[in-house]
């Protein structure tokens, strides 16, 4: 069984900066893809940034060029830096993981673990 923590989270004015960690322990495969979710009050999870099994990172476009999705598989630990934060990016964070191979890592269906997620929170 494979466990997810964030950190990092909080509270910060338009154009602040925070950097969201994520701690992977358990049964972790070596081969795997991981991924950053958000979601808001009262709509649905929507993908933000992903790596796939070869560490290549994608993203969505309201990441594109402010968020950068990296990992230190020596800390096993993913995490997202997000810079010129928005209002629009006010949501829980929660980070997935799977194992094996994955060739769309900001698929949620295609997750089988999750973290409880952190809250951010974007003040104008």
């Known amino acids: 069984q494979v466990r997810l923590v964030e950190s990092g989270g909080g509270s910060v004015q338009v154009g602040g900066s925070l950097k969201l960690s994520c701690v992977v322990s358990g049964n972790t495969a070596s081969r795997h893809c991981m991924g950053w979710f958000r979601q808001a009050p009262g709509k649905e999870r929507e993908a933000v940034a992903g790596?796939?099994?070869?560490?290549?990172?994608y993203y969505t476009d309201p990441a594109k060029g402010r968020f950068t999705i990296s990992q230190d598989n020596a800390k096993n630990t993913l995490y997202l830096q997000m810079n010129s934060l928005t209002p629009e990016d006010t949501a829980m964070y929660s980070c997935?993981?799977?194992?094996?191979?994955?060739?769309?890592?900001?698929?949620?269906?295609?997750?089988?673990?999750w973290g409880q997620g952190t809250q951010v929170s974007v003040s104008s």
């Open positions: 790596l796939n099994h070869n560490g290549s990172p």
């Open positions: 997935a993981w799977a194992s094996g191979i994955c060739y769309s890592p900001l698929r949620a269906p295609d997750y089988g673990a």
